[in-house]
């Protein structure tokens, strides 16, 4: 399975940056890894402020977690049998939201279904056919920033 490298832009929109590098806990905190991935050109942002060090503890700290990932659905409508196809497709898109354009970023691989989200797909589809040897088509190792 892939590992995918981390990069900067791989944090959501706003994701607060440490730049404690004195913490004893900076190795292990996702938010200080990413304060490491800022780009040069990058003057401004989100940040976890000295203040959430209190007494030992920092209360923003976000263990790094490594998790699997996901994306592609080419598979997953074969168990369905042929007039559930269309809701069961429908249902799915509606988990992502009301338009079609969330649906299409994740079966495409532009954005990474995180393992609730795999496990809220798949009960879906159990409600329209089995679920057996259904697979996403692709799985890449990542970042949790949740």
């Known amino acids: 399975m892939e590992e995918k ?4 832009d791989d944090a959501p929109w706003g994701y607060p940056l440490c730049f404690r590098a ?3 806990k900076a190795a ?3 938010h200080y890894l990413m304060g490491t991935k800022v780009p040069p050109e ?3 942002g989100q940040a976890v402020y000295p203040s959430a060090w209190k007494d030992g503890q920092c209360k923003r700290f976000a263990q790094i977690r490594k998790v699997t990932m996901a994306y592609g659905f080419s598979q997953l409508y074969d168990n369905v049998p042929r007039h559930l196809k269309a809701e069961a497709r429908l249902r799915v898109r509606h988990y992502f939201g009301s338009g079609v354009s969330s649906y299409y970023r994740y079966h495409h691989g532009e954005r990474y279904l995180m393992p609730q989200q795999q496990e809220d797909i798949m009960a879906i589809i159990a409600q329209y056919g089995s679920t057996d040897n259904i697979r996403f088509d692709y799985y890449v190792v990542g970042y949790d920033f949740t």
Do not use: H, I, V
């Open 5 to 8: 490298k981390l990069g900067f």
């Open 22 to 24: 004195e913490c004893p």
């Open 28 to 30: 292990e905190c996702m």
């Open 42 to 44: 990058r003057t401004t």
